[in-house]
């Protein structure tokens, strides 16, 4: 009897460790499966978190490019114009001689009105066009806008340290310097 007693003692504790056993196994599944699902969650939160810092940098990065381009593209348009402007400005400036040297002469009135209208005709194309006369009679030397040829005594205390006389005017393209004025300065 001893002996039915210790197997069936063995017996129901070999049957109760195997129900232990189950269910510190479905306890720990069941713990597992929810820390799994969490670290899952959480994984595709980093992976979401990751792919939309992607998107956001992406997209300030193409909104940047956009921008220099745009920016590029309007100096370009701004300024596309001045190597045929700089090649004009010649022209212009032969016209002002022509005008200066007609109006001395008593002769061709009518000859010094054609050169004016069309001399004036070019001027408010290029000035329709951003182009500027840098103005330099009576004001200070300023070497972002004038170059300094020569000093000569000035005629004038008021004069003096300032510009007497313009020997090529100068122009600004859109408020860029494209030729500086070439000017006598008295000391």
């Known amino acids: 009897m001893k ?9 129901h504790k070999s049957v109760h460790g195997k129900e232990h056993q189950e269910s510190t196994l479905n306890t720990e599944s069941q713990e597992t499966a929810p820390l799994t699902d ?18 956001i940098r992406l997209a300030a990065e193409f909104d940047n490019y956009r921008r220099r381009t745009l920016k590029e593209r309007q100096e370009l348009i701004f300024t596309a114009g001045e190597d045929i402007i700089t090649g ?6 032969d016209f002002e001689r022509a005008m200066d040297l007609l109006s001395k002469t008593d002769g061709n009135q009518t ?19 951003g182009l500027k006369i840098v103005e330099a009679k009576g004001a200070e030397l300023d070497t972002d806008f004038h170059e300094a040829i020569a000093q000569v005594p000035a005629p004038s205390k008021e004069l003096k340290n300032k510009i007497v006389d313009v020997v090529q005017q100068g122009y600004l393209l859109n408020g860029k310097v494209i030729r500086f004025a070439k000017v006598v300065v008295g000391q």
């Open 3 to 11: 002996e039915q007693k210790k197997e069936k003692d063995h017996h």
């Open 38 to 55: 969490a670290t899952a969650e959480q994984n595709k939160d980093e992976q979401i978190a990751t792919l939309n810092d992607k998107y």
């Open 88 to 93: 004009i400005l010649p022209v212009l400036d």
């Open 111 to 129: 000859a010094l009105e054609g050169t004016g209208l069309i001399y004036n005709k070019l001027k408010s194309y290029l000035e329709s066009r």
